[in-house]
């Protein structure tokens, strides 16, 4: 059985910032023509850290404010989850530290600094990280918030397929980019509960394929380093109850090639008007790579991010 809960889903959307709810979902009629499908986006950018991640940190600090845990927390992060913690803790009055590889997004880095989060950068990648994040939690004390393991990120990502359930119109799948797990399984748990019949479809790096390796095998597959420009999904590893959790909810799980990734980035910079970050691109990747599994068919992606260099962006934009 699943470990997420609908009731708590439902309750996480009355803690979460309001900035991070209800964001943009619909039609892309350009997007839709070049992609033979009917395409609904759901775009988790446009709030003050651009990714879908405030929803589960907002919900894991309310939750720990309720339970008067210590007010400091620590987490390993590529990013995304270290701004949205940074974010989260500094309104909530916690103290925050991040682990983040040396070899980390220098963007990224620069955000998470920014919103306020004390950054440690550690020698390796985010596996290093996170032992770092471990040892720190366990000498200080401070609540180790991992993404994906810690159920609150999860059922905190879950409020987006609760908003996107209300949708008027008949989806056939909605496609969710694929890392550590938490968007999927937390947005996958509430459209199942929401509206069964709907296909929930992850889209992960051919380059990174730790979790679908291990879903389409039925159980937990080492996986090489990864090597994708989608950091934001470069796990290593795969997190046994999230596998669990998501042999439950998904339907299916697709790899994509890289220069599917840029191509996606570029469709939706050209037909959506959106920046994405690559790993924000997967969904539009999958359905390149699939066109007539989707030909004539209504779906809808999950843009989960939009940090990415304006460098790094115009060099993938010129390939």
Request: glycine share 8%; proline share 4%.
């Amino acid at each position: 059985m699943a470990r997420l809960s609908i009731e708590r889903i439902e309750a996480a959307a009355y803690s979460i910032d309001s900035v991070f709810q209800n964001s943009p979902q619909y039609v892309c009629p350009r997007l839709s023509s070049a992609l033979g499908c009917t395409v609904v986006l759901k775009v988790e950018t446009l709030n003050p850290i651009r990714c879908f991640k405030g929803r589960g940190t907002e919900t894991v600090l309310s939750r720990l404010d309720r339970n008067d845990s210590p007010k400091a927390v620590v987490c390993a992060s590529a990013g995304n989850l270290g701004q949205a913690l940074a974010y989260s803790g500094r309104k909530r009055g916690f103290d925050v530290t991040v682990m983040a590889s040396s070899a980390a997004n220098p963007l990224k880095l620069e955000q998470m600094r920014a919103h306020g989060a004390n950054v440690v950068l550690v020698n390796g990648s985010i596996e290093e990280a996170l032992e770092s994040a471990l040892s720190h939690s366990d000498k200080t004390g401070a609540f180790l918030v991992e993404d994906s393991k810690n159920l609150d990120t999860c059922e905190g990502a879950g409020t987006i397929g609760l908003e996107l359930a209300n949708l008027p119109m008949d989806l056939d799948a909605i496609l969710i980019s694929l890392g550590a797990g938490a968007m999927a399984t937390g947005v996958g748990f509430a459209i199942k509960n929401r509206r069964p019949d709907i296909k929930v479809i992850c889209a992960q790096p051919i380059n990174a394929p730790a979790l679908t390796r291990s879903f389409l095998a039925g159980r937990v597959v080492e996986s090489e380093s990864p090597n994708t420009i989608a950091d934001g999904v470069a796990m290593k590893y795969t997190i046994p109850e999230v596998l669990s959790d998501l042999l439950e909810i998904a339907d299916d799980a697709l790899l994509v090639r890289e220069e599917s990734i840029v191509e996606g980035m570029s469709l939706l910079y050209e037909k959506s008007g959106l920046i994405s970050e690559p790993a924000g691109a997967l969904g539009v990747a999958c359905i390149l790579e699939n066109r007539k599994r989707f030909k004539g068919s209504c779906v809808a992606i999950v843009l989960c991010g939009s940090n990415v260099s304006p460098n790094d962006f115009g060099n993938w934009m010129k390939r």
